[in-house]
């Protein structure tokens, strides 16, 4: 598998390149397993790049139950997007959770398992949202750009003999002025993965060279959501 992935970046209602189309994955088999991952993409036709951090602090973890500490930042920087709520985050988890729930969250404040976050695989396994659903909400009800969220969430599992979670996919919704976007992220056990998100103009130039590199490499593609 290739290692050179930063970002993997879906939008709907634009074009979006997919820089990679290899996600790096998160094993968690410790209390000490504690990640973070990174979100972003510099919109099209904007000033304005959509971008968030999030950190899991793995808290415990058993044969029947994972429970972690998330603090999640919309740290996207408008320019002219208006607007730009993040409205969801989630992940693919094996062993398969059979149950999930959420406390303390001031914006995110639901979850749940085999849940659809548009453009991002075709079910999430875990998905955290602010609003009605995994797939949005009203913008009020968003996690506004410049604001945190911290709660805790806890995973049930049933025959999971190994106390070995493996996670991979991690995606996020953003609700903006120009149109929604989905975005998979980078995590920091991707040595190529930098959780801090870089400034618009190294995004744009990023995104031109690895553009450059994906006409020639037939496992980067294009792709539309209309």
């Known amino acids: 598998m290739e290692k050179n992935n930063l970002w993997v970046v879906r939008a709907s209602l634009a074009i979006a390149f997919v820089f990679s189309s290899y996600v790096q994955g998160v094993i968690i088999d410790d209390v000490s397993d ?27 973890i058993s044969i029947s139950q994972l429970v972690m500490a998330i603090t999640i930042e919309n ?7 208006g607007n730009a709520g993040l409205a ?3 992940f ?28 991002i695989d075709n079910n999430i396994d875990v998905c955290i949202w602010a609003a009605n659903n995994c797939q949005g909400g009203a913008q009020g009800n968003l996690l506004a750009a410049g604001d945190s969220d911290s709660f805790t969430l806890t995973l049930d599992f049933a025959n999971n ?15 903006t002025g120009k149109g929604s976007f989905e975005l ?28 450059g590199l ?5 496992r980067y593609r294009l792709v539309s959501h209309y």
Do not use: H, M
């Open 161 to 175: 003999y190994l106390a070995s979670f493996d996670l991979d996919t991690f995606g996020v919704k953003f609700q």
């Open 184 to 211: 998979e992220g980078c995590v920091s056990t991707d040595p190529n993965c930098n959780t801090t998100v870089p400034e618009p103009g190294a995004l744009a130039l990023l995104g031109l060279g690895i553009t």
């Open 34 to 60: 504690d990640f973070s991952a990174a979100w972003a993409y510099s919109v099209p036709a904007s000033t304005g790049t959509v971008s968030a951090t999030a950190t899991f602090d793995i808290t415990s």
């Open 75 to 81: 740290t996207t920087t408008l320019g002219d997007l």
């Open 214 to 218: 994906g006409l020639a490499r037939r």
């Open 88 to 90: 969801s985050f989630g």
């Open 92 to 119: 693919n988890i094996n062993a398969d959770a059979t149950g999930a729930s959420i406390a303390g969250g001031s914006i995110f404040d639901s979850t749940g398992v085999q849940q659809n976050l548009p453009s």
